[in-house]
């Protein structure tokens, strides 16, 4: 039997994860009625009523559709559909890119109050006229570059979409590395190095002082965080752009470092003399972009701009 042609890939909100691992203080504050909690209830409304939108807006175009949930998403369940569709916020977004390899993907802001939504096309209001869109062909998706890269020769476990952190396991601890770029190794000590796409260049990357660029860009920017500078030269490779064919290696010199891909969970070691090589070799996704996704990122721009001032 043939696949349904969308594959809705949603979250659970936080108040239901709550109730589901039978958090018993999270339960007596909600009982309360303590105004800790108001934000999780109206989240959670507020997500679910975009879940009942988005199936509802399919059934009327007559798309047959799956629901799973991201946590359950593996990357045979993507392949051989028309359409994979993201419901939640960029977190949700980016765990099911790393499923992912040519189907389109649509965002869903399931909870505008509270997500910005940097990679989300649509929301609950607007969901349906851009899924018109889409089906109709008017709306193409925009290939936004990934980073692909090894560990010692071994492949990372996905394409990674926002950003990589090359740090201690401690937060508290120095990050000690050798870095090279086109030739030049440097030494370096920090609290740790940002690699990130222009996708997510709009988060960690853009507080660490980087630049926020559109999602077209084909370039990937490295960061190093908070380097240590008072026994030496400012690095010469504390910044840098990476482009098509370009490659950076981190060698670690620490005995407990970590790479972090996309965020907190999946988290690989680098012990000491390991050595991490990053480029954008990976296959591209295929994202559903919108104006209005490219005046959030300018507007976050210029708010940035003025911030490091």
């Avoid at 349904?4 to 659970?12: A, R």
């Avoid at 559709?65 to 998403?73: G, I």
């Avoid at 003399?273 to 005046?295: D, I, V, W």
């Amino acid at each position: 039997m043939a696949k349904p042609e969308v594959l809705v890939v949603y979250k659970k909100s936080q108040l239901r994860l709550a109730l589901e691992k039978r958090n018993s203080r999270i339960k007596r504050l909600l009982r309360r009625g303590d105004p800790s909690t108001e934000p999780m209830r109206a989240a959670h409304e507020a997500h679910e009523a975009t879940l009942v939108e988005v199936e509802r807006a399919l059934g009327d175009a007559g798309v047959g559709c799956t629901r799973v949930y991201r946590a359950r998403l593996r990357a045979g369940m993507c392949e051989g559909r028309r359409l994979v569709i993201s419901v939640g916020g960029d977190g949700t977004l980016l765990d099911t890119s790393h499923k992912v390899a040519a189907t389109p993907v649509l965002g869903v802001n399931s909870d505008t109050a509270h997500s910005v939504g940097f990679l989300c096309a649509a929301h609950r209001g607007t969901f349906a006229a851009l899924l018109s869109e889409v089906l109709a062909g008017r709306l193409k998706p925009t290939a936004v570059r990934r980073l692909g890269g090894t560990i010692d020769g071994a492949a990372l476990p996905f394409p990674v979409l926002n950003d990589v952190l090359v740090a201690h396991k401690n937060p508290a601890a120095t990050s000690r590395v050798l870095v090279e770029h086109r030739g030049v190794v440097e030494d370096q000590k920090s609290s740790g190095i940002w690699v990130a796409t222009a996708a997510g260049s709009t988060a960690a990357m853009s507080s660490a002082g980087g630049e926020i660029t559109g999602l077209h860009d084909a370039r990937a920017q490295l960061r190093v965080r908070e380097p240590f500078l008072a026994d030496g030269p400012r690095y010469a490779l504390a910044t840098l752009w990476l482009s098509d064919g370009d490659e950076v290696s981190v060698t670690s010199k620490m005995r407990e470092g970590r790479v972090y891909l996309d965020g907190p969970h999946e988290v690989l070691d680098l012990p000491m003399g390991a050595r991490l090589t990053l480029s954008l070799r990976a296959p591209p996704l295929l994202l559903f972009a919108t104006q209005e996704m490219a005046l959030r990122r300018e507007t976050a721009r210029q708010n940035a701009l003025r911030s490091h001032l």
